[in-house]
């Protein structure tokens, strides 16, 4: 493995959602329904943008087997009738926050942030965008698993509705920051600069997840989240 690899996997274990109070507080059963509703609400504003950073890390691509690799992410977040933010909402619903609502939210400052923060690393070189894509996609399938854990044992949550989106995550996530995985390292290989422009949008883009968080926490008054 490239030497530089290990810097990135650095920053996302030193940045890892898991480690945000938000969602140790979601595992430990300490969040309301009010509090799942309200992070339901502003996470949709990103997760339904999710598919768009794909598309424009494709568009910016020169390659073909990557482009090929993003098309079929891009396929899975918006294909079909249980396309990803279709998923989400079908979650939503089920801790007290209906469409209307969700679709309709307005977004805090710390989810705003976010969405800037993916709009313009996706937007710019595309090996620093899919290193951002990587940067949320690889923590996934642990996040997810977490989050299923914590429905069904603390918050008594168990239907198809609840956990659908997590468990989809679970699996094809794990998928897909392997292969951006692959791609990134042989960009580093072949060019041993890129590792500063890498690590650097690895870390806004773990920094744009945990603000979202934040938000979320400064919204609701969970004061252990918005101390940290």
Not at 16 to 42: I, V
Request: charged share 25%; net charge negative.
């Amino acid at each position: 493995m490239n030497p530089l690899w290990s810097d990135i996997e650095a920053v996302i274990e030193k940045k890892s959602l898991l480690k945000h109070p938000f969602y140790q507080a979601w595992t430990a059963g300490t969040l309301t329904r009010e509090d799942l509703a309200h992070y339901a609400r502003q996470y949709y504003q990103q997760e339904a943008r999710f598919p768009r950073y794909v598309s424009a890390v494709h568009s910016n691509c020169p390659d073909l087997k990557t482009r090929q690799m993003l098309l079929e992410n891009l396929t899975h977040e918006e294909a079909g009738a249980d396309n990803h933010p279709e998923l989400w909402l079908r979650f939503a619903s089920t801790v007290g926050a209906d469409r209307a609502s969700v679709l309709g939210a307005e977004a805090h400052a710390g989810t705003a942030k976010c969405v800037a923060a993916f709009d313009r690393l996706s937007r710019g070189s595309w090996q620093a965008g899919l290193a951002a894509l990587y940067a949320y996609e690889a923590q996934q399938p642990a996040v997810a698993k977490t989050k299923i854990e914590g429905l069904k044992t603390k918050y008594r949550l168990d239907s198809a509705d609840a956990l659908g989106f997590f468990a989809v995550h679970e699996t094809v996530d794990a998928w897909h920051s392997a292969s951006e995985k692959r791609v990134l390292v042989e960009q580093l290989e072949r060019d041993p600069a890129l590792g500063r422009e890498l690590v650097a949008a690895v870390s806004d883009a773990c920094d744009a997840l945990n603000a979202l968080l934040d938000g979320v926490c400064e919204a609701r008054g969970i004061m252990s989240c918005a101390a940290a």
